[in-house]
């Protein structure tokens, strides 16, 4: 599966944004889907990840109750909303899908998409 990330951008701390992933493949449903992110001088780390069904997701502390993933089989898409961004959400934002298992672990995402910018300002 290949996969193509969008709607990074500059956002002042406090606003929003929505990423998208698009996904290209029959099989899409069959993959369970995450966002990881990277800002500059860290290792990469995770952010949000759902079932392949959309029934479970999950989240890392730092952004739970802020973010939301979310999916539409349909459209071959998962999409992670983002509020009240801080300017530690600041980072290179990464699609992944893997069809194994959901985990919060990156070495268990075997596709990637590019990466979108995030940048928040304070």
């Known amino acids: 599966v290949q996969l193509q990330a969008c709607g990074g951008g500059l956002v002042q701390a406090g606003g929003s944004l929505s990423l998208s992933c698009a996904a290209s493949g029959r099989t899409f449903s069959s993959y369970h889907m995450g966002w990881f992110r990277q800002a500059p001088g860290k290792e990469r780390e995770f952010v949000a990840a759902i079932t392949w069904g959309g029934r479970s997701t999950l989240y890392a502390d730092s952004v739970r109750g802020r973010f939301t993933i979310s999916r539409d089989n349909a459209k071959n898409t998962v999409y992670l909303q983002m509020n009240s961004l801080k300017p530690e959400d600041t980072a290179i934002y990464y699609c992944?899908?893997?069809?194994?298992?959901?985990?919060?672990?990156?070495?268990?995402?075997?596709?990637w998409g590019q990466g979108t910018q995030v940048t928040v300002s304070s």
């Open positions: 992944v899908a893997d069809i194994s298992r959901l985990s919060t672990r990156p070495s268990e995402y075997n596709y």
